[in-house]
């Protein structure tokens, strides 16, 4: 007779999902991952798509996709939600969809190119 395998236990939700406690878990973790030039912009009444939006950057490919993929990863062990992710292979930009906090995560000069932060923040606030 043979016995099914054990599934591994689903991990469930360490917290409630709310988009100013989602926010605080993508600042945590961005912060514990050493990333610099951390800007969070409040998207509420100006936008839909999202709450809040966190712009970041890291020092190298590799530290942008580390820090993004441990990101999602965080998320997903706290909140059980699972993120969107696009650019996590080349490194330059990794943008993470975490439905209300979006995470732009940005290697120097690749930010400085794009400059996001002035197209969402108000004007003189750069």
Known sequence: METAA?????????QTLTSDALL????????????????????RGKTQMADHMVIASGRSSRQVAAMSEKLAERVKETFGLTVRMEGKDSGDWVLIDAGD??????RPEVREFYQLEKMWLPAGSV
Request: no cysteine; glycine share 0%.
């Open 6 to 14: 054990p599934t591994a236990p689903r991990s469930r939700p360490t």
């Open 101 to 106: 906090v979006i995470v732009h995560v940005f």
């Open 24 to 43: 605080d878990a993508v600042l945590t973790s961005l912060n514990d991952d050493k990333a610099e030039e951390i800007v969070q912009i409040d998207l």
